[in-house]
């Protein structure tokens, strides 16, 4: 079955430093979501990104999806203690079920 | 802004008994859904439920597993002969019309515990 991989699991930094997660699928995605999920909380839709190639920022959030559709990055910069929290990558093979991420760990240390 | 919303937020439950954990998804969403995260791990697909009835299914969905939507606005996940592994916090969700591709809306989840 598809599996889909982040790097790396966990992440401590200072605040104000920057913060990269990778994601890596085993089969071509239509299209890929990211979801945040605070300590104790639930998962929280951030973006969704369908073309090859695409990349879209929200503020200090920035999304890329790679060119073969197999990979994907959020780049963080200038952490703040608001980031806190685990931030998974999920993918669709055209099913309706997302498939997510192992999640990478952040923690900022204000 | 709508929300998920899930009952019990917290369910103990004897192993070998039955449990119905409870959601009601966003009301003008067609898609529902239900995920189980073990304690530090991801997120995982359960089934998917459109029009009625299960458009897909994980293969953690097995015979023990069955969902429901007994009105307008309910979606049960019903659990039976529960065992140990099952402990786990599972999330109801829910998506709008446009099937793949929409963003998810999770609720609080519903943390079970099995003794």
């Known amino acids: 079955g598809q599996q889909v991989m982040q790097i790396p699991q966990y992440q401590h930094v200072q605040e104000g430093e920057d913060f990269t997660t990778y994601c890596n699928s085993s089969t071509t995605l239509s299209n890929i979501q990211w979801y945040k999920q605070r300590p104790g909380g639930h998962p929280v839709f951030l973006i969704q990104?369908?073309?090859?190639?695409e990349v879209k920022k929200q503020k200090r959030l920035t999304f890329q999806f790679g060119e073969a559709k197999k990979n994907s990055s959020l780049h963080i910069t200038a952490t703040q203690t608001t980031d806190v929290g685990t931030y998974f990558c999920?993918?669709?093979?055209?099913?309706?079920?997302?498939?997510f991420g192992s999640g990478t760990r952040l923690q900022v240390q204000p | 802004e709508p929300e998920v919303t899930q009952t019990p937020s917290h369910q103990v439950t004897q192993m070998g008994q039955e449990v119905i954990l409870r959601c009601v998804p966003i009301s003008n969403h067609l898609y529902f859904y239900w995920y189980r995260q073990i304690l530090g791990q991801k997120v995982e697909f359960l089934v998917s439920f459109y029009n009625n009835e299960i458009s897909e299914k994980s293969e953690i969905f097995d015979d023990q597993f069955s969902v429901e939507r007994p009105d307008g606005s309910n979606f049960t996940l019903k659990i039976r002969s529960t065992k140990l592994e099952d402990s786990a916090m599972y999330f109801c969700a829910s998506s709008g019309p446009g099937g793949s591709g929409q963003p998810q809306h999770f609720g609080d989840g519903t943390r079970l515990s099995i003794l």
């Open positions: 990104l369908v073309k090859s190639g």
């Open positions: 999920a993918g669709y093979t055209g099913r309706r079920a997302l498939t």
